[in-house]
């Protein structure tokens, strides 16, 4: 496995890569790196190229041009490079009737990985009580966790996702981020396509941002938390009602709820600006106290820029939206 110190090359080199996925569009100028225990995220609306460029790294489509080197070595000669790389797709199916200790072992075997890693692996994915269960009959967050740690059973430097926690419900998304996050640790180097901030929040350390099949240069994580600004509540009174007893409430949850950075006054109500981050509970519990307060509410809303309308403004602003 890779090590995070020393003078080796990064774990990945994407150089110049052009890929043609149809007449009208493709892929042009892709560069970036990943070092070992490095988190780069590829963000970009739907059809910006993302799930393309994973797999062209991952070695399954060749690029029209440009280059891809994994730890040093053309990503063309695959038998010198696929031991580097771990890859887990979007989507994939798991076998019937076969348990999760039996399907562990057999891609021990398949990756010529020391089969003495069985106990390590599932214990690193929480899962030593489901060995004898069939894996079909895993839980979503199981299942996914499964094909992680089997795309490192033979240790590689890469670690290749595809929407990491498609499909999860929140607390198994978080255990999965978990389980990557010490995989980086350990100097496995991710690259994943994402279209959710809680994944880049848990993961990125640099971000590759895609619009039209072209990068936007010199883009930043910095420039994401920027361009997003922070979430933020608006509570809104009645069209007939004084909009100042609200207002004057709102003003005391600096005070009361950990989440709250600021409270500006809006024409029917108040604008509640919160930490930056994602803060899934606390419209309901600043709803709960307005409640207990007596404060009437017409509307509550919670309000944070998605991923697509961050590429969107960052498309504009480095004038990618004009580029044929």
């Known amino acids: 496995m890779a090590d995070s110190t020393g003078d080796r090359p990064p774990v990945l080199q994407v150089s110049g890569l052009e890929y043609r996925v149809s007449p009208e569009f493709s892929l042009r100028g892709i560069s970036f790196e990943v070092a ?28 029209r041009s440009g280059t891809v080197a994994v730890c040093g070595t053309d990503a063309r000669r695959w038998g010198r490079v696929s031991h580097h790389i771990g890859y887990v797709q979007q989507a994939k199916e798991l076998p019937d009737g076969v348990t999760v200790e039996a399907y562990v072992r057999y891609q021990l075997r398949l990756r010529r990985a020391d089969p ?15 060995s004898g269960q069939y894996v079909r009959t895993l839980s979503g967050g199981s299942q996914r966790k499964l094909h992680i740690i089997t795309a490192v059973a033979h240790r590689p430097d890469l670690l290749i996702l595809d929407e ?14 978990r389980l990557v996050a ?13 279209h959710h901030r809680h994944e880049l929040d848990a993961l990125a350390d640099s971000v590759v941002v895609l619009h039209g099949g072209r990068q936007a240069p010199g883009a930043s994580l910095a420039d994401i938390a920027r361009t997003a600004g922070n979430p933020r509540l ?34 029917s109500g108040a604008d509640v600006e919160l ?50």
């Open 234 to 267: 608006v509570l809104e009174t009645h069209p007939d009602d004084d909009p100042g007893p609200l207002q004057e409430w709102s003003r005391t949850l600096a005070a009361r709820h950990g989440a709250v950075r600021a409270v500006h006054p809006a024409r």
């Open 182 to 194: 010490d995989l980086k640790k350990d100097g496995v180097g991710v690259l994943f396509a994402s």
């Open 164 to 177: 990491p926690t498609a499909g999860l419900d929140p607390g198994a998304q978080q255990t999965l981020l």
């Open 116 to 130: 003495g890693r069985l106990t390590e692996l599932l214990a690193l994915a929480d899962l030593e009580s489901s």
């Open 275 to 324: 930490d930056a981050g994602e803060h899934p509970r606390a419209l309901g519990e600043i709803v709960t106290l307005a409640h207990a307060d007596g404060i009437a509410l017409r509307a509550a809303s919670y309000h944070q820029a998605t991923l697509a309308d961050i590429v969107h403004v960052i498309a504009r602003h480095t004038g990618l939206e004009n580029r044929p």
């Open 36 to 63: 070992a225990g490095e988190g780069v995220a590829i963000i970009g609306s739907n059809g910006a190229g993302k799930t393309t460029v994973i797999r062209l790294v991952a070695g399954l489509l060749k690029p």
